[in-house]
């Protein structure tokens, strides 16, 4: 087992790695906008590798935050995963340190993560992290394929309770397609302004002038 940084060429290992564990079809293209050409700045990969083979990978997105004492950089942790034969052998705990200590080379002044599994969580627990909040999520399923296969897999669901909940999900979609359309879509009078920055006074931000959006 082989831990280091990421090099062009692994995107492919990676993603193909992501879509086997997380069963998406999330494309290359899609991994580049995600990790590469974060406004930021590129991502801090790590990866596992065994045999020519990756089997693990944690990134650390950068982020810039406007503070009292000027600008910096903070990671927020992302898409942590181990290959199901490789599970249960005590390498995501290494593999969190070795992103924290690349991203800390790199200047990173902080790092925050959102778990929604239990053993992600647990994990970053150990390793010090302070638990700030619980958010509640909402969503409009626009592709209920994907929410059924999220749902599925974080409450392990059986095949008959799979297929029940995929068919109520499609029947739901189905219900709220043309109300979530209307979501989607942002009036034609919609103004919209670039905020620079932050102050005490969200009326007095920092703003390029506006322009109009839909």
């Known amino acids: 087992m082989e831990y280091?940084?990421?090099h062009p060429g692994d995107e492919k290992g990676l993603n193909d790695l992501y879509n086997e564990v997380f069963s998406r079809q999330r494309t290359i293209d899609q991994w580049k906008w995600l990790y590469r050409d974060a406004p930021a700045g590129p991502s801090k990969i790590v990866l596992i590798e065994n045999d020519d083979e990756v089997v693990g990978h944690e990134a650390m997105i950068p982020l810039l935050f406007h503070t009292p004492d000027g600008e910096c950089i903070g990671g927020k942790f992302e898409d942590v995963y181990i290959s199901a034969e490789h599970r249960g052998k005590g390498l995501s705990g290494p593999l969190v340190d070795y992103c924290l200590e690349v991203s800390a080379r790199a200047d990173y002044r902080f790092s925050f993560g959102m778990a929604a599994r239990r053993v992600p969580y647990n994990t970053h627990i150990k390793k010090g992290y302070r638990h700030v909040?619980?958010?509640?999520?909402?969503?409009?399923?626009?592709?209920?394929?994907?929410?059924?296969?999220?749902?599925?897999?974080?409450?392990?669901?059986?095949?008959?309770?799979?297929?029940?909940?995929?068919?109520?999900?499609?029947?739901?979609?189905?219900?709220?397609?043309?109300?979530a359309r209307t979501l989607a879509r942002a009036p034609d009078a919609l103004q919209i302004e670039h905020i620079d920055r932050f102050d005490g006074d969200s009326t007095s931000c920092g703003r390029s002038s506006p322009r109009a959006g839909s």
Do not use: I, Q, W
Not at 155 to 173: D, E, Q, T
């Open 4 to 6: 280091r940084e990421y």
């Open 133 to 179: 909040c619980s958010l509640s999520a909402y969503f409009v399923p626009f592709r209920p394929s994907e929410t059924v296969a999220d749902v599925s897999r974080v409450l392990h669901f059986s095949r008959p309770k799979r297929v029940g909940v995929g068919a109520a999900m499609n029947f739901l979609a189905k219900r709220l397609e043309r109300k």
